[in-house]
């Protein structure tokens, strides 16, 4: 294991009635790097983000952040590991309930003793660190989908989180918007040398943010490397899915 | 063919048990994190001013009708054995036990409860729930917790408001168009309606507000499948909780009769 391996999944198994999601998952994500795991739509990718955030338990394995088995703990103790987590969902799951600068400023009124003036002016400069000025008043039901990912991800890292995960930051917006997303991803990453998971089918969007490129693939991870060796990788089944090919050992339905 | 009968019975029965117990265990942790601080006041006034104030005008409609009715018809009734001063008591003592809390339970079950089992369950599937755990924050003590109280409280408060418009709605039907005599009517009232008849209407009423936003919040924050599960999930609770506040409401009676 390497030294900076600040998650270690070790083989993880889940399954949902007779369907195995995850068929002995093993993972390492490095800390301050930028991991993104690939896979098609229904691999079970997002649930392998859940296990690490313990929205889901394993049926088996385990998961480790610095050497802490995550896995194996009851949910108040959970609770504490999660707050060194940011997580944003693919639809950004933001609360409608909310305007855009309570959905951004609710963790730290849920965790911390700030002020309402005090907790606006971080609102604001995290919304401003992902391009958003001025959108504090509006409902999330105005905002366009790149918007809403966006104040998703200001949402996610409000706390200052060690880890960000991404549940398929760019599914439903187009190519220019995803590029957009990209270099967002890279900016707040680079500032902070946090370290983030995604989840992706964006190959593109993969090539230009990943360190290291992991595939899913029938509940296993099958390869993984950086992108340099993963475009070198001769494996037809990674091959076939990086290139977007409908013939090939995966087969479609 | 009997077999896959049979099968469909007990799985049916499974998911029943299954169901029944998830909501135990979510009503065991709800009662447990009301008493954990911190406590969310601004949560629980939300829903109160939801449950509560929202619903006064439906409350209202529905009780002073009933009352009416109730004068209408027992004054009918009673004109046949010449007991026709005994109307307001019959109206107020029908409106205290039973048709004050069951129906304002029926009334804000299908306002306020379907609203919540649809909130709750739109928040699940778009995993806003989710995303509450993911920051730490427990949904049950979030979002549940708040509308069982809002409910346990408000739900006793809408049936005094029930009660009291339904007898100044008998008594409107009763003096004013029927012709009893005003001073008979509040007078036989006031003999035969006791504190504890009005009190007995307001228990039942605390485990109708308990029942109502039990059963939404279960029925919300279990939903599954899209859309649809969301209407499942809003149907689900307001026949669930009407059935089991009528049959909640016998088995009360019949223990404080």
Known sequence: ???????????????????????????????????????????????????????????????????????????????????????????????????????????????????????????????????????????????????????????????????????????????IMSDSIADLVLDTQRELKTTYVLITHDIPFTYKIADKIAMLHEGKIIEQGSVEEMKKNPNPVLRQFLEGRAEGPIRVY | MIRAYLESIGRSAQRFVEAAGLMAIMLMRAVVLVFTPPVKFRNIFKQMEFVGVQSLFVVVLTGSFTGMVLALQGYNALKRFGAESLVGPTVALSMARELGPVLTGLMVTGRAGSAMATELGTMRVTEQIDALVTMAVNPVKYLVVPRIIAGVLMFPLLTVVTDFVGVVGGYVIGVQLLGINPGVYVGRTIDFVQVSDIMTGLYKSTVFGLITTMVACFNGFYTTGGAEGVGRAATLSVVTASVMILVSDYIMSSFMI
């Open chain 1, 1 to 175: 294991m390497p030294p900076s391996a600040l998650i270690k999944i070790i083989g993880l198994k889940k399954s949902f009635g007779p369907k195995k999601v995850l068929d002995g998952v093993d993972l390492d994500v490095e800390k301050g790097k930028i991991t993104v795991i690939i896979g098609r739509s229904g691999e079970g990718k997002s649930f392998l983000l859940k296990h690490i955030i313990g929205l889901l338990r394993p049926d088996e394995g385990q998961i480790f952040l610095e050497g802490q088995e995550i896995t194996a703990m009851r949910e108040r103790e959970f609770n504490e590991v999660r707050k060194r987590f940011g997580m944003l969902f693919q639809g950004a799951a933001l609360f409608d309930s909310m305007s855009v600068g309570g959905n951004v400023g609710f963790p730290l009124k849920e965790h911390t003793d700030l002020s309402d003036e005090d907790i606006m002016k971080v609102v604001g400069e995290k919304l401003r660190r992902v391009g958003l000025v001025g959108v504090e008043k509006m409902t999330t039901a105005e905002l366009s989908g790149g918007m809403k990912k966006r104040v998703g991800l200001a949402r996610a890292i409000v706390m200052d989180p060690e880890i960000v995960l991404f549940d398929e930051p760019t599914t439903g917006l187009d190519p």
